[in-house]
């Protein structure tokens, strides 16, 4: 535990006695999947940074040890105020077990997520952020400065949260003076925090910032949502964990599944608009997106992420399958008086991808609500295929703004301008909807910006978007049983019956391994003397 400079605040790590990574997380993850159906996804080019709190029995002890993950010297640049380095050990400070774990489980090889990142700058926390205070009357005013100028870092991971110096969680102006500094600085910067949510209680800075992306571990014993000070949903995301485990290590999963978006992005592999690609808005609309919901998962409409799992259970591949369907543009730009229904234009046109994001601006007014519509034809052929659909929504908090603009999201039967679906919070800057049973037919995918009163007349969102239908077939092959079903999305398994009527008894067959070629997955069961019945389930 270290005391920043001029304040009662104290940093946080929590360790987990388990450091090994199993590989069985990256398939979780849909790293290895990825890995699989693409060449050289690993986070190359892409230059990191991981922020570090004091962990040791003195306060040097925050540094990642180069040589634990066999990289060459000048892989990792360390910045204290005591100057940098580009080689280990030095004199700026002394190795961190929590460093290198958070560093295997981010760029290690070989169960890190971005295996291939260009560069890492390691930061000690109370050289990287200044937090002052000063007291008018009862109340406490904070001040939280980050570094002056852009540290030229696309993705920052921060495994660390502020607490009090009694190890209570910080107050809300703390949390806002916290908030606001992230915040500025990743809109000025295009630089993507992504910080641990904590460990108990509600969540923490600087996981709380609008701006950047918020992870929790599912095994229940992470800090929830709502944010304290207005009730936003945070955690964004959740990821795998250990048995005992905590957000210190699931978060950089996270920020290795940005790293590997970024160089898939830039790259080209979502389009030639590579610049909207590599937005942050864009990298954590795709991430959250792709993510899998467990089986409690539940929002509401005017909370857009569970309070327990954000958007779900991070899926690497999932994101990556939609950021290659490409960038899309809104096929009606409209305008409504504010407050006025805003249903289906009518438009013939469809966009071509059922899976894929758009990056763009909207403008309203102070009597005019504006609205983007994005048109879908969810339909396959086969007769009562149903339908899922996912759709996130994500815009900044704009520099040197205590709110943010007011953008809703919404799904439209555009056959009977019926409404299906909404996302309205008030407070957040992400919009979230999922839809698990969607009938076969056209819809309205809607952006609106509301006018009246706003931060500023227009506003750049990113949204990713997932339309499928999960076809599966069943055929005999001499004594077996060939199952066949697309790899996107993934998340599914195979469960099998031998009696139609109810009560129907599903039997998972969790432990098959399924090959994929061409883009479908393959499974080859042993053929039975009596029916069997199959299915996808996502549990």
Not at 34 to 61: D, F
Not at 363 to 375: E, G, I, P, Q, R
Not at 501 to 521: F, I, R, Y
Request: proline share 5%; aromatic share 10%; charged share 10%.
């Amino acid at each position: 535990m270290n005391r920043l400079r001029g304040t009662q605040l104290l940093l946080a790590w929590f360790f987990l006695g388990q450091v090994a990574v199993q590989a069985q997380y990256l398939d979780t993850l849909g790293v290895t999947l990825l890995q699989t159906v693409t060449t050289n996804v690993n986070g190359a080019g892409i230059r990191v940074a991981q922020v570090e709190a004091n962990n040791g029995p003195t306060t040097t002890n925050w540094q990642v040890n180069l040589s634990s993950f066999g990289q060459l010297t000048g892989f990792f640049t360390y910045y204290s105020s005591g100057g940098s380095a580009t080689t280990f050990p030095n004199s700026l400070g002394a190795e961190s077990g929590h460093a290198d774990a958070v560093g295997t489980n981010f760029y290690g090889i070989p169960n890190g997520v971005a295996t291939n990142i260009a560069h890492m700058d390691n930061y000690y926390v109370n050289y990287f952020v200044q937090v002052a205070y000063y007291v008018i009357g009862p109340t406490t005013n904070y001040i939280v400065s980050l570094p002056p100028t852009n540290i030229n870092d696309l993705v920052v991971n921060q495994s660390f949260i502020f607490l009090n110096s009694d190890f209570s969680h910080a107050s809300t102006n703390e949390q806002k003076a916290v908030d606001s500094a992230y915040d500025n600085y990743a809109a000025q910067y295009n630089t993507l925090f992504v910080s641990g949510a904590g460990n108990g209680g509600a969540v923490n800075p600087p996981a709380t910032c609008y701006n950047g992306i918020c992870v929790a571990v599912d095994n229940g014993s992470s800090s929830i949502g709502p944010t304290p000070d207005n009730g936003r949903a945070k955690p964004d995301i959740t990821t795998p964990g250990y048995p005992a485990g905590d957000t210190s290590f699931s978060t950089p999963y996270v920020s290795g599944a940005a790293a590997v978006l970024l160089q898939a992005g830039l790259r080209g592999d979502g389009g030639s608009d590579t610049n909207s690609v590599a937005d942050i808005r864009a990298v954590k609309a795709l991430l959250l997106n792709g993510a899998i919901k467990p089986a409690d998962w539940t929002n509401g409409t005017a909370s857009p992420l569970d309070a327990r799992h954000g958007a779900g259970v991070l899926n690497v591949f999932n994101s990556y399958e939609q950021l290659a369907g490409r960038k899309q543009t809104n096929l009606v730009l409209a305008t409504v008086f504010t407050g006025a229904a805003h249903p289906p234009t009518g438009a013939t046109n469809t966009i071509g991808a059922l899976s894929g994001w758009s990056f763009t601006n909207l403008t309203s007014s102070s009597s005019l609500d504006a609205v983007a519509h994005y048109y879908f034809n969810a339909t396959n052929g086969i007769s009562n295929a149903s339908f899922a659909t996912t759709a996130t929504l994500v815009w900044n908090r704009q520099r040197s703004q205590s709110s943010i603009n007011n953008l809703l999201l919404y799904l439209y039967n555009a056959a009977n301008s019926n409404l299906v679906a909404a996302c309205t919070s008030a407070v957040d800057n992400v919009q979230h909807l999922y839809v698990p049973k969607l009938p076969q037919g056209r819809y309205d995918l809607q952006v609106l910006k509301k006018g009246g009163a706003y931060v500023s007349a227009g506003e750049t969102y990113a949204l990713a978007f997932e339309f499928f239908s999960l076809p599966l077939s069943a055929v005999e092959s001499g004594t077996n049983i060939v199952i066949q079903w697309p790899a996107y999305p993934t998340g599914f398994i195979i469960q099998t019956t031998t009696n139609l009527a109810p009560p129907v008894v599903w039997n998972s067959l969790s432990n098959l391994v399924a090959t994929v070629t061409n883009g479908q997955n393959y499974v080859v069961l042993n053929a039975t003397n009596r029916s069997q019945f199959f299915r996808l389930w996502q549990p």
